[in-house]
């Protein structure tokens, strides 16, 4: 089956093919099943299968697919599986990456979410929870690591990058600004230091990474179109229309359901900055404004979207679920809680596409245009800062019960109280580094095997009270 904008069918793959919609499948599935530790890690699993291991992209190809989701509001790994399935198989290749890049992750936190409302406050419970957030720090750190090391090719991005860093964790400017600063520093140094935008080391013979099968120029693309553009709203439209207007039908425009879609339809469009912005936003709205759930349930729910695969910001969906569990109007409470879920994950991930199939033809135009370009490495460059920040909020929450502020002037530091430090989690941490970084085991099986230490500390804790 084809869909308009597909590209012809061509032999299988190979320098002057194309990849199959079957194999293609069923490496986003693959690639689905490992997308744990945030945006981070998602975008290091991606590399590491499409750009390092199967080579159906170039790097600097899948840098500037990269760049330009960070652009957009949502979740921008997930907007980078759709750009990439595009690249290589069309709309019918960004509509499969796309879903199945959220789909393990929406079946795994329904079930999860359906756990913690029934059984959330047990010990064991509990105790995996506490176990697996720290081995997702060090996946976080893992991918930081990765992505840097690919991005970060001279010492002039390298100082970008720590720029941003200093600019978001010490200073707290707001990520926009940030953006926008790396961009103009980037498009500056291209034009005043071009060999500033390369790596001047031993990878400049090989700039973009493993050769890939098929080339730039054999990847699908086609000529932007003000027709191609409304016909993609046009439908993202009907899609995000059909069943928010059923559940206003059904239930009242004065309902829990209506309240949700309208809230995180507005999320989805105007929440830059990645998973946490996002995060921030939702949770003040959620705990304060609506009342969905408690501060308390909203961590546990960020907890839980960590363990799981897919975009972070997937909590959004626990969120549904336990306010409309509360909240279920005429409903039985466990079907409220899955129609709201549901439906707030659908007006969530509806725009991304839409975002995507609309302006990747005119960025892949542009693809060749050195200014573009310079100024996407900036952001590039930023970006791994952003991470980098990310990653040292996540630890310092993670590993220590408390956590002061300490204000001077425009700077805003986050401290742990190194008395509040937790062992477990200390240990926990390690074990999962000596995993990832000295015997190399996957994502899955190492997240498996801290779930396994919780576990046993949950059932040693229940049988000893």
């Not at 879903?99 to 936190?109: C, E, Q, S, Y």
């Not at 913690?116 to 697996?132: F, S």
């Not at 010492?155 to 707290?172: D, E, H, N, R, T």
């Not at 990520?175 to 230091?193: D, E, S, T």
Request: charged letters at 10%; aromatic letters at 8%; a neutral charge.
């Amino acid at each position: 089956m084809t869909f308009p904008g597909d590209p012809p069918e061509q032999p299988a793959q190979g320098a002057g093919g194309r990849i199959p919609l079957g194999e293609a499948t069923r490496a986003w599935f693959a690639i689905s099943l490992q997308t744990f530790g945030g945006p981070a890690g998602q975008i290091a699993v991606m590399q590491h299968a499409l750009v390092d291991e199967k080579r159906w992209i170039g790097q600097k190809r899948f840098l500037h697919a990269l760049s330009f989701c960070t652009l957009l509001p949502g979740p921008e790994a997930q907007q980078l599986a759709i750009y990439i399935g595009w690249l290589l198989n069309g709309v019918s290749g960004g509509l499969i990456a796309g879903v199945l890049f959220v789909l393990p992750g929406v079946l795994a936190l329904l079930g999860l979410s359906a756990l913690y409302v029934g059984a959330g406050d047990t010990a064991v419970v509990t105790a995996v929870l506490a176990a697996v957030a720290p081995a997702v720090l060090v996946i976080v750190a893992q991918a930081v690591v990765r992505v840097g090391g690919r991005a970060l090719g001279h010492p002039a991005l390298v100082a970008l990058a720590v720029a941003a860093f200093v600019a978001l964790s010490v200073l707290k400017t707001p990520f926009p600004l940030v953006i926008g600063a790396a961009a103009a520093i980037g498009w500056a140094l291209g034009r005043r230091a071009p060999k500033s935008m390369n790596d001047p080391g031993p990878r400049a013979e090989v700039p973009d990474g493993p050769t890939p099968l098929i080339s730039d120029d054999h990847l699908h693309t086609e000529r932007p179109s003000q027709i191609h553009a409304l016909k993609v709203i046009g439908v993202g439209l009907v899609a995000w229309a059909v069943p928010v207007g059923a559940a206003v039908a059904l239930a009242g425009r004065d309902s829990i359901y209506a309240d949700m879609a309208m809230f995180f339809t507005g999320a989805a469009l105007v929440t830059f900055g990645g998973a946490y912005a996002v995060l921030a936003y939702v949770a003040q709205k959620a705990v304060q404004y609506y009342g969905w759930l408690t501060p308390s349930e909203m961590i546990t729910g960020l907890a839980l979207a960590e363990t799981t695969p897919g975009p972070l910001i997937m909590v959004v969906q626990f969120v549904a679920f336990v306010g409309a569990y509360h909240d279920p109007g005429s409903l039985n409470p466990w079907v409220a809680a899955v129609v709201a879920s549901l439906l707030t994950t659908w007006v969530t991930f509806v725009p991304c596409f839409v975002f995507v199939f609309v302006g990747a033809p005119y960025v892949e135009r542009l693809r060749g245009n050195r200014a573009l370009s310079a100024a996407l490495t900036g952001i590039m460059a930023a970006v791994v800062g952003v991470i980098a920040n990310l990653a040292i909020y996540f630890a310092i929450h993670t590993l220590f019960r408390e956590v002061s502020t300490v204000t001077w002037g425009p700077i805003q530091l986050q401290l742990p109280e190194l008395g509040s430090l937790k062992p477990l989690s200390l240990t926990v941490a390690a074990f999962a580094g000596l995993l990832l970084f000295g015997a190399r085991w996957s994502v899955l099986r190492t997240l498996g095997a801290c779930a396994l230490v919780g576990l046993a500390a949950g059932l040693v804790k229940v049988l000893t009270t």
